[in-house]
């Protein structure tokens, strides 16, 4: 998507994308393909990041650190626009 110039993907950082798939649904990895799955993901992501919700206690995937803390470079708001980027980036339609 960056290279492809997609302005919601613009520094968003790898590490961010890992975390945020940890932090999705169990069942989403229970698809029954590929194409399924991160179909799946980015749903669940994408609505649990809305503004109204709450994943404030959401943490990296080493545990220790919040995922939207104020101290990340990052934003609840950055991951949630990158995430509809992707979902339209994939061709998915509603």
């Given at each position: 998507?960056?290279?492809?110039?997609?302005?919601?993907?613009?520094?968003?950082?790898?590490?961010?994308?890992?975390?945020?798939?940890w932090n999705?649904?169990?069942?989403?990895?229970?698809?029954?393909?590929?194409?399924?799955?991160?179909?799946?993901?980015?749903?669940?992501?994408?609505n649990k990041?809305?503004?109204?919700?709450?994943?404030?206690?959401?943490?990296?995937?080493?545990?220790?650190?919040?995922?939207?803390?104020?101290?990340?470079?990052?934003?609840?708001?950055?991951?949630?626009?990158?995430?509809?980027?992707?979902?339209?980036?994939?061709?998915?339609?509603?």
């Amino acid at each position: 998507m960056q290279d492809q110039k997609v302005a919601a993907a613009d520094n968003i950082a790898s590490f961010l994308i890992e975390c945020l798939v940890w932090n999705a649904d169990t069942e989403a990895f229970n698809q029954p393909d590929f194409t399924a799955m991160i179909r799946h993901i980015l749903t669940d992501l994408w609505n649990k990041t809305k503004p109204e919700t709450d994943c404030s206690k959401w943490c990296e995937v080493n545990g220790i650190k919040y995922l939207f803390h104020s101290s990340q470079p990052w934003t609840k708001a950055q991951a949630h626009e990158f995430l509809l980027a992707a979902w339209q980036h994939m061709g998915y339609k509603q």
